[in-house]
């Protein structure tokens, strides 16, 4: 039974640049958050797609943005990268309906840095 | 505003010394509360999740439990391959997981 794939899993730009992160939830999942991660902190939630919509969305800027697909699997997309976008990027699947309090499942996230 | 705080921020056991996690959570309306176990340079991994006051969970040296303002992890007699960075994470009336720093625990033989 595969788990939350994550790709690329590490990833180098510059400033300015734009760069698409990719995400194929657990087997069986219907739903996608995307968390940002600084090190030596908790992961912080920058949005959840279900039924290929954005559901809900965390205090991030609108340089961030998403999609989900047909088959569950989604992107995040980020704009005009800042030194501050360096972080561990994650992506969360579950199963559910709206205000479901199903566990969320992580993969191993994708590591960009930003020069 | 919800929030999180875990603490120790850091903690370092000797093979077999049991202890405790803290995680202190405000939140209004909490629809659970989470741990998970996150390995240097991987994703978290889902341990517990933890729904009312009073309810516990265990899985082998771990045990979690729940009151209605704070959970405690507790690791029974552990182990160096317990070494990790422990998380929890709350969620309220969304569906995000607002989640805490973190515990980095190191197990020494």
């Known amino acids: 039974d595969a788990g939350v794939t994550q790709s690329p899993t590490h990833l180098i730009k510059t400033r300015g640049q734009q760069v698409t992160l990719r995400c194929s939830p657990k087997s069986g999942h219907d739903t996608v958050s995307w968390y940002q991660q600084a090190l030596g902190q908790g992961p912080q939630f920058i949005f959840q797609?279900?039924?290929?919509?954005?559901?809900q969305r965390g205090n991030f800027p609108d340089r961030f943005s998403g999609h989900q697909f047909p088959n569950y699997s989604s992107e995040l997309n980020v704009n005009a990268l800042l030194l501050g976008d360096s972080a561990l990027y994650l992506c969360a699947s579950s199963l559910g309906t709206a205000h479901s309090n199903q566990p969320q499942h992580f993969g191993d996230g994708t590591r960009l840095s930003i020069l | 505003e919800d929030q999180v705080t875990q603490s120790p921020e850091a903690l370092r056991l000797q093979e077999g010394e049991s202890s405790s996690l803290n995680c202190s959570y405000t939140v209004s309306g909490l629809r659970g509360l989470f741990w998970y176990r996150q390995d240097p340079g991987k994703g978290p991994e889902f341990l517990f999740t933890l729904y009312s006051a009073g309810e516990e969970k265990e899985k082998e040296r771990l045990k979690a439990t729940l009151t209605k303002k704070e959970s405690f992890l507790h690791i029974t007699a552990p182990k160096p391959e317990d070494s990790a960075t422990y998380l929890c994470?709350?969620?309220?009336?969304?569906?995000?997981?607002?989640f805490g720093t973190g515990t980095r625990l190191q197990v020494f033989p």
């Open positions: 797609y279900y039924e290929e919509e954005e559901r």
């Open positions: 994470a709350v969620q309220a009336n969304t569906d995000k997981l607002i």
